[in-house]
């Protein structure tokens, strides 16, 4: 059976009449962002940010029409809307019922993922410091030490676990939720599984941040100890959503030793601090160049510059990841080195890291967190 075109979506959406304007969801130009990959759609639902709450039938409307076509497998709407950032309060001089530090009335209090015990973010300042590979061998070596552990993508523009885990078949469905792919022990899911490898994702803001609400709330993550969430670089939009939003147990920052990334670093530990959410702390990735041959050591990029900051910023320093032909070997093969050879010199740094990991998270959730503002 043939796939669903784009002609044929958008046909099948235009029957689908939002009540607030009386025209059809195609006419009112509120469809954004639709990709399709195989039998599997995705798109956005823009609408006024009062209307956020009013609108779930709307988006299961959508659904139904285009889940109707013939050759859909599975049909992904996410809600979003535009939203005028708050004017700022006057500082030091709240004292209302109900208000946070600083004058700032409190957000009620979220609620995680039923069925998961912990939520950690590894994150980074800037790209390029291998946060995604750290992130993919830190969860598989958290299942190594006996934890049910699961592995979200958030990376919107740049999904990596596809690759990092060789995964091309597409996520099923299961009422109404998506099911992870199960691999090397742990569940994973990713934007990536839904659209081409090279398909560029054209979003903006508030479309990212709820698609990011949707692979946390509307995946079966359950049961898991630990769900890692491999963060977008930098501190923008989407961060602060998932810190805002999601009651994370802590955040492990990932950086290089090199100068330029460890500013980027600062900022990201930064930003964890101001929305409550504990740093966990840093790890040191491409800290030393081993040469495959001779085994001789090299700081390429300088050395010991994560463990100072860890130092200065008062956080934990959880290890050094040496930078080693056989990690992006086994990344780019699609079989991260934890679960290609757990014994190895490599796999070992990062279990390493992962049993500091473990014995922060150990304990009770934390709730979702207020803004502090200075």
Not at 188 to 195: D, K, R
Request: neutral net charge; proline residues 8%.
């Amino acid at each position: 059976m043939a796939d669903a075109t784009r002609d044929q979506v958008l046909e099948a959406l235009a029957r689908v009449t939002d009540p607030a304007s009386g025209k059809s969801v195609t006419a009112a130009g509120m469809i954004q962002g639709l990709v399709i990959k195989g039998g599997n759609i995705g798109f956005s639902i823009e609408v006024a940010p009062e209307r956020g709450p009013q609108s779930e039938p709307l988006r299961k409307a959508c659904e139904a029409a285009v889940a109707a076509l013939p050759g859909v497998l599975s049909v992904t709407a996410v809600l979003t809307a535009h939203r005028e950032a708050p004017a700022p309060q006057a500082h030091g001089h709240g004292h209302g019922h109900g208000q946070g530090p600083q004058g700032q009335r409190g957000a009620p209090p979220k609620q995680g993922i039923a069925g998961v015990a912990a939520i950690i973010a590894v994150a980074s300042g800037k790209g390029g410091v291998g946060k995604s590979t750290v992130a993919a061998n830190l969860a598989l070596a958290l299942s190594r030490l006996g934890l049910k552990t699961g592995l979200m993508d958030a990376d919107i523009y740049g999904p990596s676990v596809p690759r990092l885990f060789g995964i091309t078949e597409k996520p099923a469905t299961e009422r109404n939720k998506l099911l992870p792919i199960e691999k090397f022990g742990i569940k994973t899911m990713s934007i990536g599984f839904l659209i081409e490898e090279d398909s560029p994702v054209i979003w903006r803001g508030p479309m990212v941040q709820s698609a990011l609400m949707q692979l946390m709330n509307d995946v079966n993550w359950a049961p898991l100890d630990v769900l890692v969430v491999d963060m977008p670089p930098g501190t923008g939009d989407a961060q602060l959503a998932m810190a805002q939003q999601v009651p994370l147990k802590g955040a492990v920052i990932v950086s290089t030793p090199q100068d330029i990334a460890l500013i980027d670093a600062r900022k990201g530990i930064g930003m964890f601090e101001k929305t409550q959410v504990p740093v966990l702390g840093i790890v040191e990735n491409m800290s030393v160049f081993v040469c495959p041959n001779c085994g001789h050591e090299t700081h390429i990029f300088g050395q010991g510059g994560a463990r100072a900051v860890a130092e200065r910023q008062g956080i934990a320093f959880l290890g050094e990841i040496p930078l080693v032909p056989l990690i992006r070997e086994t990344s780019d093969a699609g079989t991260p080195v934890v679960a290609l050879d757990p014994e190895g010199r490599e796999a070992q740094a990062f279990l390493q890291v992962a049993e500091k990991v473990a014995e922060k998270i150990a304990g009770p959730t934390r709730s979702a967190p207020r803004i502090v503002m200075e």
